[in-house]
């Protein structure tokens, strides 16, 4: 009788491991998407200048490789190829840099600048931006004989908000909500609801 009613105690045991399983996994997946987080960084080339002898017409190799404060991990541009038959050239579209962890907020670019003959400069800067809808005002870099004038512009993405694009909020109007969300990413309640 004894290990009959044991063998009938097991499922029980089971199902209950199994819950205690599922919970569990169910909260790290919890914690998982309370720390991801999309942010976008765009980098735009206003204007450059370069003071040195370069014989016309310059080729220039730029790269960018920028990381925050907290994320060490960096990734870098490919390498821009700008030919010029003066010593001035200005950049057309932004280069983008997608990202799948918290902006902190602080921003380290270090720059790469060379001909096709020499090195001419590296040069690392330091900004705060905050995300934002418009491009930063520019500001010019220099190091030796070269100037550099960059804006930038960061953007939370994939229903992200906030300072830190760490706020998940999906705006809908469906019958498991009617709200949209706004900057920080708090939900505001469509009209009539």
């Known amino acids: 009788l004894l290990p009959a009613l044991h063998a009938s105690s097991q499922p029980s045991r089971t199902r209950l491991d199994m819950a205690a399983v599922f919970s569990l996994g169910f909260s790290l997946l919890q914690l998982f998407v309370l720390v991801q987080a999309d942010y976008r960084l765009e980098i735009k080339l206003v204007g450059y200048e370069d003071s040195s002898s370069c ?3 310059c080729q220039y190799e730029i790269t960018f490789c920028p990381f925050t404060i907290y994320n060490r991990t960096t ?3 490919d390498v821009l190829m700008y030919e010029t038959n003066s010593n001035n050239i200005i950049g057309g579209k932004p280069f983008v840099f997608n990202n799948t962890r918290n ?5 380290q670019l270090e720059i790469q600048i060379r001909t096709s003959h020499k090195f001419l400069a590296e040069i690392t800067i330091m900004e705060d931006l905050i995300p934002s809808k418009h491009f930063s005002d ?3 870099y220099s190091e030796r004989t070269v100037s550099i004038e960059l804006s930038f512009l960061v953007s939370c993405v994939n229903n992200y908000h906030g300072p830190h694009c760490a706020v998940l909020c999906e705006e809908r109007d469906d019958e498991l909500g009617h709200f949209t969300c706004d900057g920080e990413g708090d939900k505001v309640c469509l009209q009539g609801y």
């Not at 902006?103 to 921003?107: E, R």
Request: glycine letters at 8%; proline letters at 14%.
């Open 55 to 57: 014989t016309e017409p």
């Open 75 to 77: 990734f870098c541009s």
């Open 103 to 107: 902006w902190t907020g602080q921003l």
């Open 138 to 140: 520019p500001v010019v």
